[in-house]
């Protein structure tokens, strides 16, 4: 299965309690079509209390699957607390984008998409040379200030 597919395949679940276990999940979504995997991410402070981080996915063999899940479970309770059931969204890369720890214009698409070809460079330069010299030119008899006296 691509990544793509993957990601289609897959759903995430937030607002979770903490004694929720993958094997809790697995249960419960279960029901709406064969799981892939259950991921519960853990907490990345050693001194936090809660064993995880409140989220989890879980992928399932069929993107149809997954709709249901979403259909049936977002909004619903899950040990006495309301969970969220969306699609999961695609992880951006830690290389490209805002965020990222090279510049912009140093990526690999930005340069593609944000290039200007050799014609608009002339029609640029071409526009620029047609503007007057003097952008008050035109304006001399306008020295007053106000409406036109009748």
């Keep these: 299965m691509t990544d793509t597919?993957?990601?289609?395949?897959?759903?995430?679940?937030?607002?979770l309690a903490s004694v929720v276990t993958t094997t809790h999940l697995h249960?419960?979504?279960?029901?709406?079509?064969?799981?892939?995997?259950?991921?519960?991410?853990?907490?990345?402070?050693p001194n936090a209390s809660e064993p995880h981080r409140g989220f989890a996915y879980v992928e399932f063999e069929d993107a149809e699957d997954a709709k249901e899940a979403i259909d049936n479970m977002d909004q619903s309770e899950l040990?006495?607390?309301?969970i969220k059931v969306s699609a999961a969204k695609i992880p951006k890369s830690a290389d490209s984008g805002l965020g990222s720890k090279t510049a912009l214009w140093e990526?690999?698409?930005?340069?593609?998409?944000?290039?200007?070809?050799?014609?608009?460079?002339?029609?640029?330069?071409?526009a620029q040379s047609t503007r007057p010299e003097?952008?008050?030119?035109?304006?001399?008899?306008?020295?007053?200030a106000g409406p036109k006296p009748e």
């Design 79 to 82: 040990f006495g607390r309301v």
């Design 107 to 126: 990526q690999e698409g930005w340069l593609a998409e944000h290039a200007v070809s050799e014609e608009d460079r002339l029609a640029a330069d071409q």
């Design 134 to 144: 003097d952008p008050m030119q035109g304006l001399e008899g306008l020295d007053v």
């Design 5 to 15: 597919a993957r990601w289609k395949a897959t759903v995430y679940i937030g607002g």
């Design 27 to 45: 249960d419960a979504f279960i029901p709406f079509g064969e799981i892939a995997d259950v991921s519960l991410p853990k907490n990345e402070n």
